[in-house]
């Protein structure tokens, strides 16, 4: 069992907040998505099962077509708790809902598998879901489509006029490549939900990342890439409606909400999951976190922008790591 912490600064107390390192920490991540060779065939998609909307996909299903559907296996966890924050799920599986349960709703160049965008075969989902982690570059042009959103990938600062391929006597190429890390950020950005939590909120489970980066747009020659704003369009937006910044009901932040939703699904139905409470819809918002045989109490709401003091960032800590715990235990059975 591996835990793992995210580079990031310490919360007020100096403890270094747990979770699933992203893509900039992870040099493997980002060779293996961003190589067209690791991605599924239109044939082995083809053999996954098409689940009709409103059925219970089983977890074992769900694991199996994440690493079927070209999902990195080092990614699983990630994969399952970024899914039951997408979509409802509970200790026996997902709904199988429209855009699939990792919820890829937003435009995107077709998969190279050719199946559909919105399809609920759960592996088609997988290709999809590779869509918005990678900017997917097409053999038929030199920059990727327009208006994609990615969380690694292809990210360029357009070069004007001397670049245009329309001027005739242009003296640059239509850009050059940008420091990732410049357009998607390691922490969620003060403008998103959360405000960056001083600093201590990571923008990433894993592959997934909640503030992505527009690699180019249509009326854009130079494929200017720049970084998602505001709260509404994230690539995975869970946490987007939190209740603390009074847009929602949501019970946490990015990535918070994401791992309290995958330990609530783990539960008996009735906010237990083991030892610990997790209820995350309740009036006005849920709890999470507490222990009643250690006489823990549920974790304590951040603050908008603020770093979390020890003992609030330790009892989140504690949600994070169960829920990594749990999905670990899914991926390997």
């Known amino acids: 069992m591996f835990f793992f912490f995210f580079f990031l600064h310490a919360a007020a107390g100096g403890v270094a907040p747990v979770g699933i390192p992203g893509a900039w920490s992870d040099p493997a991540l980002r060779a293996f998505y961003n190589s067209s060779s690791s991605r599924a065939s239109s044939a082995e998609i083809a053999t996954c099962k098409e689940w009709p909307e409103g059925a219970t996909i089983p977890w074992r299903e769900i694991v199996a077509d994440w690493k079927k559907g070209g999902g990195r296996p080092e990614d699983c966890a990630a994969a399952l ?136 747009e249509s009326d854009d020659p130079y494929c200017t890439s720049k970084g998602q704003s505001g709260s509404g369009g994230d690539n995975w937006g869970g946490g987007s409606l939190w209740y603390g910044t009074g847009q929602g009901q949501q019970i946490y932040p990015f990535p918070y909400y994401y791992f309290a939703r995958f330990v609530e699904s783990q539960g008996d139905g009735n906010g237990n999951t083991g030892d610990m409470f997790c209820a995350t819809v309740m009036n006005p918002v849920g709890q999470c976190g507490g222990v009643a045989s250690q006489s823990k109490p549920n974790c304590s709401q951040p603050i908008a922008g603020q770093a979390p003091s020890n003992e609030d960032q330790t009892c989140l800590d504690s949600i994070t790591t169960l829920a990594i715990r749990l999905a670990d235990a899914l991926c390997s059975a």
Request: aromatic share 8%; glycine share 14%.
């Open 81 to 216: 708790i970024v899914a039951s924050g997408e979509t409802s799920c509970t200790s026996a599986g997902c709904e199988s809902v429209a855009s699939g349960i990792w919820q890829v709703t937003s435009p995107d160049e077709p998969a190279p598998s050719g199946c559909k965008d919105g399809d609920t075969n759960p592996c088609c989902t997988v290709d999809f879901v590779r869509n918005h982690i990678t900017s997917y570059q097409s053999s038929s042009t030199n920059k990727t489509t327009s208006w994609q959103v990615g969380c690694t990938g292809e990210f360029n600062k357009g070069n004007g006029w001397p670049g245009d391929p329309t001027n005739p006597t242009r003296t640059l190429p239509p850009s050059y490549p940008l420091d990732p890390t410049t357009v998607v950020p390691v922490i969620v950005p003060t403008d998103h939900a959360g405000g960056g939590l001083g600093g201590t909120q990571s923008n990433w489970i894993g592959p997934f990342c909640h503030s992505g980066g527009f690699t180019c």
